[in-house]
Nanobody, 129 residues
Framework: QLQLVESGGGQVQPGGSLILSCAASGFPLDVFTTAWFRQAPGKEREGVSCISAGETIIEYADSVKGRFIISRDNAKNMVYLQMNSLKPEDTGIYYC??????????????????????WGHGTQVTVSS
């Protein structure tokens, strides 16, 4: 079974940057589409970005376009989310998720939770002055 562990969260001032990492183990990552989701206090979990197994498809939520960059290193079984120009509304728990790359629509537009079968426990990101 694929296991995912996020790291890199923390507290940062508005305008600052963070890089989140997601380490995968138990199964080769190169057959999975991977994604980042986040959940703000009192709100539902929402999709942030996804990247297909071969990196040919990348999608972002409108709220993070131009500020966040998703990437992956299949040789290292790692997924990353570079977050720049952070805003207070980016505060939340960030989750790494993976789903079979062949799942229809898994990375079409903003990622939805349904196609993703494996999840990490999350890492807290707080943007505050």
């Amino acid at each position: 079974q694929l296991q995912l562990v996020e790291s890199g969260g923390g507290q940062v001032q508005p305008g600052g940057s963070l890089i989140l990492s997601c380490a995968a183990s138990g199964f080769p990552l190169d057959v999975f589409t991977t994604a980042w989701f986040r959940q703000a206090p009192g709100k539902e979990r929402e999709g942030v970005s996804c990247i297909s197994a071969g990196e040919t498809i990348i999608e972002y939520a409108d709220s993070v376009k131009g500020r966040f960059i998703i990437s992956r290193d299949n040789a290292k079984n790692m997924v990353y989310l570079q977050m720049n120009s952070l805003k207070p509304e980016d505060t939340g728990i960030y989750y790494c998720a993976a789903g079979w790359n062949s799942s229809p629509g898994i990375c079409t537009g903003v990622p939805r939770q349904g196609p993703y079968s494996d999840w990490g426990h999350g890492t807290q990101v707080t943007v505050s002055s």
